[in-house]
């Protein structure tokens, strides 16, 4: 039985804990559950693949890309980035294709040297450009954060400097946990939806 509450509380998990990947998948799946089997999904990763530490968006987009998964709508990869320049069109974009959209917000950020390497699932939008104090509006119904270096002093040159492999291995786990639950959530849908017609038919 899981408690009510629990998909409420932001998860907050290192990447090199053993089970991570499971973790996460039961956290998104708890978050998907009561979503209503009418709102498409739509994943947004922001970033810019011009910095290590900022590419974190992209990279999981592109590895979310070669799914081909009918399950979700993508936007933000290494190939097309969606970033501080074109993240208010890219938003009115997804509300003019799609009708109540369910948004996932993923993004890098910075935090304390004892968060370094923490992957952050919570509800509630991920604020873009707030470790470097631009003014971006909020993206996401929930949201996904990659820790991947120190704030609080020179952002962008810590940014710059952000060592790729952290950054890689980060990327493979959320795409892969992100994926496998919005897989098992379609999976779900489509056995309640032949359950109810199997009930219709009988």
């Given at each position: 039985m899981k408690l009510p509450f629990i998909k409420d509380t932001p998860l907050k998990v290192p990447y090199t804990?053993?089970?991570?990947?499971?973790?996460?998948v039961n956290r998104l799946s708890s978050m998907l559950e009561d979503l209503?089997?009418?709102r498409p999904i739509v994943v947004v990763c922001v970033g810019t693949d011009r910095s290590t530490g900022d590419s974190l968006g992209?990279?999981?987009?592109t590895s979310l890309s070669k799914y081909r998964s009918p399950h979700f709508e993508l936007f933000g990869t290494l190939e097309d980035p969606v970033h501080a320049m074109n993240?208010?069109?890219?938003?009115?974009?997804?509300?003019?294709?799609?009708?109540?959209p369910f948004?996932?917000?993923?993004?890098?950020?910075l935090g304390q040297v004892s968060s370094v390497?923490?992957?952050?699932?919570?509800?509630g939008p991920v604020r873009p450009g707030?470790?470097?104090?631009?003014?971006?509006?909020?993206?996401?119904?929930?949201?996904?954060?990659?820790?991947v270096n120190v704030g609080g002093f020179m952002e962008y040159f810590v940014l710059q400097n952000t060592?790729?492999?952290l950054v890689m291995k980060m990327a493979d786990i959320i795409s892969l946990s992100l994926f496998t639950a919005i897989a098992n959530h379609a999976h779900l849908i489509t056995g309640a939806r032949e359950q109810t017609a199997a009930a219709d038919n009988s």
């Open positions: 804990t053993a089970n991570v990947i499971g973790m996460l209503a089997d009418n992209p990279l999981i987009g993240l208010d069109d890219t938003l009115l974009e997804i509300n003019r294709r799609f009708h109540k948004v996932i917000g993923i993004d890098a950020c390497g923490c992957i952050q699932v919570g509800v707030a470790g470097v104090n631009k003014d971006l509006p909020p993206v996401g119904d929930i949201h996904i954060t990659g820790i060592r790729l492999h």
